[in-house]
C-alpha cells in the first residue's frame, strides 16, 4: 500500500526558519516531489529529490533519505506570502504520484 | 515552459445535469494525464490516470461510468461529470508529464476547475 504522513498545521514567524518534515511507505518509489499549493488555486512544484541528500534552491530546500522513507522541506526566511499548503508526494513508478494531506504553513508577522 | 490550462474554471449546475471538464497542454505534448480531486482542506485524491488513445486507468473506488475520461489527442483530455450530484461538489485539477523528461516525472497542474452542484 501507500502511505504518506506529513504534519497536519505548523505555524513560523515571518523571518524564521521552518522544517515540514513527510515519511513515506510506497510498493515503488522514483522520488519525491514537493508542492506548494495556495488555498482555490492548483499546487505549484517546489522540489525533486531522487538520491539521498540535500537540494537547495533558493530559499527553499529539500533533503532525502530513501532509507529512513524520510523527507523534509527547508523554508529559511519565511515571508508572508508562504502561508499555504505544502504537499509531499511520492512518485510510486510510471509517474504516478501519491500524495500526503499537506501541511497548512501560517506565517504571522 | 510546461502550461497545462482548464475549462472552466469555475462551474455551477443543477443536480442531474452532466459537466464536462477540459484539460489541455499548451505547450507540449502529454501522452499521459491525470485527473485529481480535492475537497476542502483535504489532499489531492487521484482518480484516474489517462492516456492518449486507449482507456483511462481509473482508481479503486472511482466510478467509470460515472466520471468520463476521454484522451483524444496529445495536448486534451476531458472529465466528464455525468448526473452530477451535491457531492460531487469538489475541486477538480488535471496535471500532465511530458514525454520528453520521462526520467523526472514531473507533473504539471492545471489551475483547476470548481464545480458546485445545487
Given at each position: 500500500g501507500q502511505n504518506i504522513d506529513q504534519p497536519t498545521e505548523m505555524t513560523a514567524t515571518e523571518g524564521a526558519i521552518v522544517q515540514i518534515n513527510c515519511t513515506y511507505q510506497t510498493s515503488g518509489f522514483n522520488g519525491l516531489f514537493w508542492y506548494q499549493q495556495h488555498a482555490g488555486e492548483a499546487p505549484t512544484f517546489l522540489s525533486y529529490n531522487v538520491l539521498d541528500g540535500l537540494e537547495e534552491k533558493g530559499r527553499f530546500s529539500s533533503f532525502l533519505s530513501r532509507s529512513k522513507g524520510y523527507s523534509y522541506l527547508l523554508l529559511k526566511e519565511?515571508?508572508?506570502?508562504?502561508s499555504a499548503s505544502y504537499l509531499c508526494a511520492a512518485?510510486?513508478?510510471?509517474?504516478t504520484l501519491t500524495f500526503g494531506k499537506g501541511t497548512m504553513l501560517l506565517v504571522s508577522p | 515552459g510546461a502550461v497545462v490550462s482548464q475549462h472552466p474554471s469555475r462551474v455551477i449546475c443543477k443536480s442531474g445535469t452532466s459537466v464536462k471538464i477540459e484539460c489541455r497542454s499548451l505547450d507540449f505534448q502529454a501522452t499521459t494525464m491525470f485527473w485529481y480531486r480535492q475537497f476542502p482542506k483535504k489532499s489531492l485524491m487521484l482518480m484516474a490516470t489517462s492516456n492518449e488513445g486507449s482507456k483511462a486507468t481509473y482508481e479503486q473506488g472511482v466510478e467509470k461510468d460515472k466520471f468520463l475520461i476521454n484522451h483524444?489527442?496529445?495536448?486534451l483530455s476531458t472529465l466528464t461529470v455525468t448526473s452530477?450530484?451535491?457531492?460531487?461538489s469538489s475541486f477538480y485539477i488535471c496535471s500532465a508529464t511530458r514525454d520528453a523528461h520521462v526520467e523526472d516525472n514531473e507533473q504539471f497542474f492545471g489551475p483547476g476547475t470548481r464545480l458546485t452542484v445545487l
Open positions: 519565511l515571508q508572508m506570502k508562504d512518485n510510486s513508478g510510471y509517474s | 483524444a489527442s496529445l495536448t452530477a450530484h451535491p457531492e460531487d
